[in-house]
């Protein structure tokens, strides 16, 4: 099926999101990745590139949203869907190991009883931060975000944007849809300070498919 793959052939973004559904051979319902190589030096605060996105199909994946809140709050965070609600117990909990869940939504005032969970919540990218709207006064607001899929993304030190836009059982244009929202998010935080050829280049593929090619201008 790899063969389908032409060594070296840029496709188009929607050429892509048809042929990432044909190369992939997984039982599974495979997710469909994104890896972005821009032209910005990440270790200089000012071309640091990061951001959120909500991705107009979702992501495909069950998201587990832990909401860490004030008792007022925890009626609205139940009702937008959070699968686990509190405070001190679950911070009881994550101090004993239990990190089973993958975005975690706060509010300013408990960010104290949260800082010092930092060794366990920080090396999984569990930590909550303002920037990607995980620390909120409106925390009902962000999980039905984060439930509906929103997504948060930063570079990294080899100067790629990576993240899952989707699973191969979405149809063609909801990938295409989904894939051109991150890549136009991302055209958009484009540092002040990035000189030359910002987006180097742009591969899509599923969990165990090769990697495809995609021409920037064909996003744009």
Known sequence: MADKVEAGKAYSLKEAAELVKEITTTKFD???DM???????????NQMVRGVVTLPNGTGKTVRVLCLCTPDAEAAAKEAGADYVGLDEYIEKIKGGWTDIDVIITMPSCMGKIGPLGRVLGPRGLMPNPKSGTVTMDVAKAVKEVKSGK???KVDKAGIVHASIGKVSFAPEKIYENAREFVQTII????AAAKGTYIKSIFISSTMSKGIKIDPKSVE
Not at 35 to 45: F, Q
Not at 188 to 191: E, G, N, V
């Open 35 to 45: 890896d972005i190589r821009l032209g910005v030096d990440p270790r200089k605060a």
């Open 151 to 153: 997504i948060d993304f």
């Open 30 to 32: 495979s997710s469909v």
């Open 188 to 191: 958009k935080l484009k540092p």
